[in-house]
């Protein structure tokens, strides 16, 4: 089954605890990207991929860190976690031809930072 | 700055009660607009893509429309399982930053038997 995975789904942390939140693809999809959900705030781009190796930043990506090693995986690294990134957090992936942000959604990890 | 508004923030109608949702735009050179359906506690799931003003795309009771400033998605003769938070995304050309999205706060619809 096409799907975006993320994990953990919940997480309970404590400031300045390092976590990585992980995406996996199994789409073979180029195209990679974190966003953050905040009621008010809607959806913000945190960082995105295009391809291995090449990341750029979105709208919101202090605080947060990432990584493409490989095509499938888009991990997300919070160095030092605040309590202003609790958030739900989606990653999300697609081709990068023409209409390529039909982007596919993970569940996403609903992240509290005490 | 590029920036994307969505109205009304939440809209209640009854069933077969056809209406409309506005998403505003402004943006560097629009790449593509898009619309997707997020369901409580779900990721967003894709619904279409307008890339240039005039054209349109149709799914079932959802027709999205797109001009140089605003797009709008219709919804005819509704139904409750329409209900849902609509969100609409625009992609910038300006830098060649090609993957950034900008995504509107999105409206959420209510649709009563």
């Known amino acids: 089954e096409a799907q975006v995975t993320q994990n953990p789904r919940y997480l309970i942390t404590v400031t300045g605890k390092k976590l990585t939140v992980t995406c996996s693809q199994n789409?073979?999809?180029?195209?990679m990207s974190w966003y953050r959900q905040d009621p008010g705030l809607g959806l913000r781009q945190i960082y995105y991929?295009?391809?291995?190796?090449?990341?750029d930043k979105g709208d919101v990506p202090e605080g947060y860190k990432v990584s493409r090693k490989e095509k499938r995986n888009f991990p997300l690294i919070l160095e030092s976690p605040s309590p202003n990134q609790t958030s739900l957090y989606f990653c999300?992936?697609?081709?990068?031809?023409?209409?390529?942000?039909?982007?596919?959604f993970g569940p996403g990890t609903r992240l509290t930072v005490l | 700055e590029d920036q994307v508004t969505q109205s009304p923030e939440a809209l209640r109608l009854q069933e077969g009660e056809s209406s409309s949702l506005n998403c505003s735009y402004t943006v560097s050179g629009l790449r593509g607009l898009f619309w997707y359906r997020q369901d409580p506690g779900k990721g967003p799931e894709f619904l279409f893509t307008?890339?240039?003003a005039g054209e349109e795309k149709e799914k079932e009771r959802l027709k999205a429309t797109l001009t140089k400033k605003e797009s709008f998605l219709h919804i005819t003769a509704p139904k409750p399982e329409d209900s849902a938070t609509y969100l609409c995304?625009?992609?910038?050309?300006?830098?060649?930053?090609?993957?950034?999205?900008?995504f509107g706060q999105g409206t959420t619809l209510q649709v009563k038997p």
């Open positions: 991929s295009m391809n291995v190796e090449v990341t």
């Open positions: 789409m073979n999809h180029e195209y």
């Open positions: 995304a625009v992609q910038a050309g300006g830098s060649g930053n090609t993957g950034k999205l900008i």
């Open positions: 307008l890339y240039s």
């Open positions: 999300a992936s697609s081709f990068t031809g023409l209409g390529y942000n039909e982007q596919f």
